[in-house]
């Protein structure tokens, strides 16, 4: 599975964007998919995964009531709508695939096995 990140950009705090991850290949529907961020000079660190169904998903803290992730298997897409947005978003966003048929907000980020190429994503103050 190859994925491929789009629609990261400048907002202004209390903006919104919508990043999408569009996976080739038609086996995309049975994979779990999460998005992770990673800040200048800071670990990546979990946002949000979503099991293959779409019928579970886990949040970070620090993203929830904001941030919504959400797939289409039909278009082998998914994505990440981003509410209210806040500087401490600022980051470099990557979707990954996982095949495992459990994930979590625990899910460790080594057990995804396909990774996009990343986003950037900044926020003004």
């Known amino acids: 599975v190859q994925l491929q990140a789009s629609g990261g950009g400048l907002v202004q705090a209390g903006g919104s964007l919508r990043l999408s991850c569009t996976a080739s290949?038609?086996?995309?529907?049975?994979?779990?998919m999460g998005w992770f961020r990673q800040a200048p000079g800071k670990e990546r660190e979990f946002v949000a995964t979503?099991?293959?169904?779409?019928?579970?998903?886990y949040y970070a803290d620090s993203v929830k009531g904001r941030f919504t992730i959400s797939r289409d298997n039909a278009k082998n897409t998914g994505y990440l709508q981003m509410n209210g947005l806040k500087p401490d978003d600022t980051a470099v966003y990557y979707c990954?695939?996982?095949?495992?048929?459990?994930?979590?907000?625990?899910?460790?980020?080594?057990?995804?096995?396909?990774w996009g190429q990343g986003t950037q994503v900044t926020v003004s103050s």
């Open positions: 979503i099991t293959w169904s779409g019928g579970s998903t």
């Open positions: 990954a695939a996982n095949r495992l048929s459990t994930v979590s907000a625990a899910t460790p980020s080594w057990q995804y096995d396909y």
């Open positions: 290949g038609r086996t995309f529907g049975r994979y779990a």
